[in-house]
């Protein structure tokens, strides 16, 4: 029994050293690829790189391809001091009487591939002026930014910029992991309970094809980026129950702070707004949580259904062009009066 004992106990001691030397060599990995990554236009915070964010004061020109004899799209982009996208009136206005609204999403609030002026939360602006309503708006999009990293900026840019309102703009793909920047090994096998073991499946995957059949006997659970955006819907992914929750996070957050927040579900460019949409479903799960946990959600799809999204997307790219910024800054900005009025 004591020699039972002993063994058993020898490889545990094994198995937890090993562990412990694996995880120092991913997080060792880890740091050797942020140290070799272009950071280009893009400021990584050196205690959280995930969080990152555009460096402040940039001005360049982007070159997008477009279809086969058709010159490149050239648009050019600016930031202000604070990293946001360049607005002629910066910084805001912190009076009582303007009412800043407060915008959080990815490259589609950034406003890739449309000039400056044209993304919708400077659209929404426009229009709530137009209105007769005092707008300022902070466009705080950053390309490539998912709902957990806009949860995690949000304490900071609610306390920095005290809004009436605050819009997250929700993609199709915003449940996915990073891509921009190497992602730490602690979010990678955040859902693994040994990284040596998740790394170790592979060997023994084709270890089982060898000995038993073709099915593999132990599934993937690290985080990884997947290209087709209903997977992390399915039941059994972690992804679309941490954005939910990144969601709630941010809606106690900001009604603890007397902040109005809409979600405005935004619809995915490159697909036609008909039966054929593919990818309703998550429209549906981001509108169903709203309904059960107390967010405003304003689903932008049925609003523009029948309408020809070819029109509305830059060819090549799949961002939505001026025309599109412009029919969602309308619609978004109606909600938002809407909202202001209640």
Not at 260 to 272: E, N, Y
Request: hydrophobic share 40%.
């Amino acid at each position: 029994m004591l020699r039972v004992l002993l063994l058993v106990g020898s490889a545990g001691v094994s198995l937890g050293v090993s562990e412990l030397i694996w995880r120092g060599v991913a997080e060792a990995d880890y740091r050797t690829q942020l140290q070799q990554f272009d950071q280009g236009h893009i400021a990584s915070k050196p205690d959280e790189p995930w969080l990152y964010e555009l460096n402040p004061n940039l001005d360049y020109k982007e070159k997008i391809p477009q279809p086969e004899g058709h010159p490149p799209l050239e648009v050019r982009y600016r930031t202000n001091a604070a990293g946001f996208r360049h607005h002629e009136a910066w910084p805001p206005r912190m009076d009582d009487q303007a009412v800043r609204i407060l915008f959080l999403g990815d490259s589609y609030t950034f406003g890739c591939a449309v000039e400056e002026g044209e993304a919708y939360p400077f659209r929404v602006e426009a229009e709530l002026r137009c209105r007769g309503v005092d707008a300022v708006v902070i466009n705080t999009g950053v390309t490539g930014y998912n709902t957990e990293q806009e949860a995690a900026r949000l304490p900071s840019l609610l306390e920095r910029y005290r809004p009436r309102v605050c819009v997250i703009g929700y993609v199709v793909n915003d449940a996915e992991p990073i891509v921009i920047v190497p992602l730490p090994p602690r979010e990678v096998y955040r859902h693994c309970g040994s990284m040596l073991f998740e790394d170790s499946k592979a060997a023994l995957n084709w270890l089982a094809r060898l000995l038993v059949d073709d099915r593999p006997l132990f599934a993937n659970d690290k985080l990884q980026d997947n290209p087709d955006d209903l997977a992390g819907y399915l039941p059994g992914s972690p992804k679309w129950p941490a954005a939910r929750a990144a969601l709630v996070a941010m809606h106690r957050l900001c009604h603890a702070r007397g902040v109005l927040m809409l979600v405005a579900m935004l619809p995915d460019f490159t697909r036609a707004f008909d039966d054929t949409y593919a990818v309703a479903t998550i429209h549906e799960r981001v509108a169903a949580a709203g309904a059960a946990e107390g967010f405003r959600v304003l689903d932008i799809l049925p609003l523009v259904r029948g309408l020809d999204s070819r029109k509305m997307c830059v060819p090549a790219d799949g961002h939505p062009n001026a025309e599109g910024q412009r029919l969602l800054g309308e619609l978004i900005a109606q909600r938002v009066k809407e909202l202001l009025g209640d």
